[in-house]
């Protein structure tokens, strides 16, 4: 059995695969050593690879080190992908992972990867597995912030489904414009993006990936562990 870990700022994202089949999931506190130690308990795990979009903790990499072949996921990790983007080493390990998952679910399909986070990332590959690039958009719980914080009349309003695609009081017109603006800006994307990839395939993932997916009227799928999925991939390339 191999492990992936996917470490954000606050969240670490833990996946236990059989070959490419995911076994158990689990999603802890970013720096939860101890609840990695239990994760994997009694597991027979040969081999684990580790993505970070922030510090990693030198006690949780050495505990991998010592128990695994262990990969960290960096610049210079070998990943059967071409890309044409102009700076790889600024390029997220998040969303390089999140295309190759892409090409695991839909194999020999140009795919636009949609991460709902707390930014929204749009990656695009072709039908080769060539990244095409893409781009960094802010997220809704972003966009609701800043307009309570630059602003001195606009109340902060929770993130939720929208009533209507319209507002009908000042609380309902932020949220609409939040939600539906995000949701009109990817579809946006998809539509701008399908004429330049035949047979363009779009996945969903990250924390706002079911509310956008409601409000895109367009074939997407929702993988909500696409990046696990897409690092288990790298690793099967590096240690095979």
Not at 33 to 40: D, H, P, R, S, T
Not at 47 to 54: D, G, R, V
Not at 168 to 176: L, Q
Not at 196 to 224: H, M, R, S, Y
Request: aromatic content about 6%; charged content about 25%.
């Amino acid at each position: 059995m191999d492990l992936a870990i996917d470490i954000g700022n606050t969240r670490m994202k833990l996946g236990l695969f059989k070959g490419k089949e995911l076994l158990v999931h689990d999603n802890l506190k970013a720096s939860d050593l101890e609840g990695l130690k239990e994760f994997v308990k009694g597991k027979s795990i040969e081999n684990a690879i580790l993505s970070s979009t922030a510090t990693v903790p030198k006690k949780l990499e050495n505990y991998l080190n010592e128990k695994y072949k262990y990969i960290r996921l960096e610049t210079k990790t070998a990943v059967p992908m071409g890309s044409i983007y102009a700076t790889p080493e600024t390029l997220g390990k998040d969303r390089v992972a999140g295309v190759m998952g892409a090409s695991v679910l839909f194999p020999g399909h140009g795919c636009l990867v949609i991460d709902a986070g707390t930014c929204i990332t749009y990656d695009l590959i072709n039908a080769k597995t060539v990244y095409l690039g893409g781009n960094i958009a802010p997220g809704i719980s972003m966009r609701l912030k800043a307009m309570d914080e630059f602003t001195s009349a606009l109340p902060l309003v929770s993130k939720q489904h929208p009533e209507t695609d319209r507002g009908y009081s000042t609380e309902t017109a932020i949220r609409a414009g939040a939600v539906w603006g995000a949701a009109q800006e990817s579809l946006g994307f998809i539509q701008r993006f399908d004429k330049q990839t035949e047979d363009l395939k779009v996945i969903l993932t990250g924390g706002d990936a079911e509310l956008l997916d409601d409000l895109i009227d367009w074939g997407t799928v929702v993988e909500p562990h696409l990046v696990l999925i897409g690092l288990i991939k790298i690793l099967e390339h590096n240690v095979a």
